[in-house]
C-alpha cells in the first residue's frame, strides 16, 4: 500500500486566503515523536484518509522514537481532528486532495508545486499562499517547556520503555541556549526528589550554559532499592535469577537514551553525548548505567555520595559483582575506559548513617561511605593495572563535606562544564 500512496503522490505532484485558526490541541506530529515528517506523519495520513486501518495503517512507517504506535491509537488521534484536514476547506476530507496538500507541505513544496491539480471542487482555500498559512497553524511549534526557556517540568513517555509508562521530567534551560548547548541528566537521591536536584544546579546552568534534565523515578514505578538503586534489572535484587530477571525494556537505565532523543528533538540539539550526575541512591544508578548500558552516548559519569557499589567481581553475585546477572560478560576493558569521576565528601563517613546498607558482604567495602568510595574506585584501578587497559576513572574529595547533594551539585558543574 505504501508503494501505492507514494504513486500517487509524485503522479499528482507532476501534474500540471480564508484562513481559519486550528484548535491548539491539534497538530500533524501523528506518531508524536516531535518531528514533522512526510514519510510517517504524512502517509498516517494519506493511509487515513484512503480508509486503511490495523497493520495496514501504520506497519512500516512510524517515525524514530514514536510515542504512539498502536493503530488503534492513530486512528483514534486522526478521527479527533479529521475537520482539521480539510485543508481546501471544501467541506469534505479526501486524500488525494487535502492528504496530497499535506504530503507536499511536509516535502517541502510551496508555491503552484504544492497546489497543481489537488485542490477540491468548491474550495474555499485555493491558493496556495492561503494553504500554506493554513498547513503551518496545523503544525505548532515542538518544545520541551513553554518557551524553550528556564525550570519547567515536562511528561516522558516512550511505548518501548516502562511498559510505555509516563515519567515527569523536571529541566532547566539556560537563556544562552543553542544547538551545541550541553545536556547533563540529573539522578536525584532515594527521596526522589527530581525537583530539588534540578534546582541545585539552575545558578550553575545559567552562568556555564548546560541543559538540566532530571528525571522522577517515582516509587510507583520503580519501587524501593530493586527499582531505583538497582535500575529495576531483577524484580529481586538481592535474589537474582533468569526467572526474576525484567526484560532489558522494563530496566530504568532504558529509559534515558530515548529520553535524550526526546529532548534534543524539542531544542533542535546537536550534541552527540550527554554527562550524567547522581547522587546518593542517584549515584548507585549512575555507576550501574555505566555496566548495564556500555554502548549510551555519555560521555561523562559523575557519581557522588553512593552508599555502595556493583564492583567488576565475576565472582561475587549481584548485586555486589557481576555473577548471576547480565554483566557476566561484560567487557571490562571497556567500562574502564568510560569517563567516570567519583565524588565524595571527606566527612561522608557515618558507618550508622540512615539507609545505609549494611551486611557481611557489603561491609567489605568499608563501613561508611568514603571508605566504600575508596574501594570501588581502587578495585577498578588495580583491574585497569591488572589488565593494562586505559583506565579513564577519577577520584575527587570535597573537603570539610559530609552527605550533601547541593555541595556535590556544585563541584560536578564545574568539573564538567569550567574549561581547564
Not at 545559567?206 to 524501593?224: H, R, Y
Request: charged share 20%.
Amino acid at each position: 500500500m505504501r508503494n501505492i500512496t507514494l504513486f500517487l503522490f509524485w503522479w499528482s505532484l507532476f501534474f500540471s486566503i480564508s484562513t481559519s485558526s486550528a484548535d491548539n490541541e491539534i497538530n500533524l506530529d501523528i506518531d508524536e515523536n516531535g518531528e514533522y515528517d512526510a514519510l510517517s506523519d504524512g502517509l498516517l495520513i494519506i493511509r487515513y484518509l484512503f480508509g486503511l486501518t490495523g497493520d495496514d495503517l501504520v506497519s512500516g512507517i512510524l517515525g524514530s522514537n514514536s510515542l504512539v504506535v498502536e493503530s488503534i491509537e492513530i486512528k483514534s488521534k486522526l478521527d479527533s481532528m479529521r475537520s482539521h484536514l480539510d485543508v481546501d476547506e471544501n467541506g469534505s476530507v479526501d486524500a488525494l486532495t487535502d492528504g496530497l496538500l499535506i504530503l507536499r507541505y511536509l516535502f517541502g513544496l510551496r508555491g503552484d508545486s504544492l497546489v497543481t491539480q489537488v485542490i477540491g471542487t468548491g474550495a474555499a482555500r485555493n491558493s496556495s499562499e492561503s494553504i500554506e498559512d493554513y498547513v503551518k497553524s496545523i503544525m505548532p511549534s515542538i518544545t520541551l517547556i513553554e518557551g524553550n526557556q528556564g525550570s519547567g517540568v515536562f511528561s516522558f513517555r516512550n511505548s518501548q520503555v516502562i511498559n510505555g509508562q509516563t515519567i515527569n521530567v523536571f529541566c532547566h534551560i539556560p537563556d544562552s541556549l543553542n544547538s551545541s548547548t550541553p545536556i547533563l541528566f540529573v539522578f536525584h537521591g532515594g527521596g526522589r526528589n527530581a525537583s530539588d536536584y534540578r534546582n541545585a544546579f539552575v545558578e550553575d546552568a545559567d552562568e556555564k550554559g548546560f541543559i538540566v534534565i532530571a528525571p522522577e523515578f517515582s516509587s510507583s514505578l520503580f519501587p524501593g532499592g530493586d527499582g531505583y538503586n538497582l535500575g529495576n534489572v531483577f524484580v529481586d535484587g538481592d535474589n537474582p535469577t533468569s526467572s526474576s530477571l525484567n526484560d532489558e525494556s522494563e530496566w530504568l537505565f532504558s529509559v534515558i537514551e530515548p529520553l535524550y532523543d526526546f529532548v534534543k528533538v524539542r531544542l533542535e540539539n546537536t550534541t552527540s553525548s550527554y554527562s550524567i550526575f547522581g547522587f546518593s541512591a542517584g549515584g548507585q544508578v549512575t555507576h550501574r548505567m555505566l555496566f548495564f548500558k556500555p554502548n549510551a552516548r555519555v560521555g561523562h559519569y559523575i557519581s557522588s555520595g553512593s552508599g555502595w557499589y556493583t564492583t567488576m567481581n565475576s565472582d561475587l553475585s549481584f548485586p555486589y559483582g557481576f555473577k548471576n546477572s547480565p554483566l557476566e560478560n561484560s567487557n571490562f576493558e571497556s567500562h574502564l575506559g568510560q569517563k567516570m569521576t567519583i565524588l565524595i565528601g571527606d566527612q561522608d563517613n557515618d558507618p550508622n548513617a540512615a539507609s545505609l546498607r549494611r551486611n557481611n558482604i557489603v561491609d567489605q567495602q568499608g563501613r561508611n561511605r568514603f571508605d566504600r568510595a575508596v574501594y570501588f574506585f581502587e578495585q577498578a584501578q588495580d583491574i585497569a593495572e591488572e589488565l593494562q587497559s586505559e583506565f579513564n576513572w577519577s577520584f575527587e574529595i570535597l573537603e570539610n563535606t559530609a552527605h550533601d547533594y547541593v555541595a556535590a551539585s556544585r563541584r560536578a558543574a564545574e568539573i564538567l562544564f569550567t574549561d581547564d
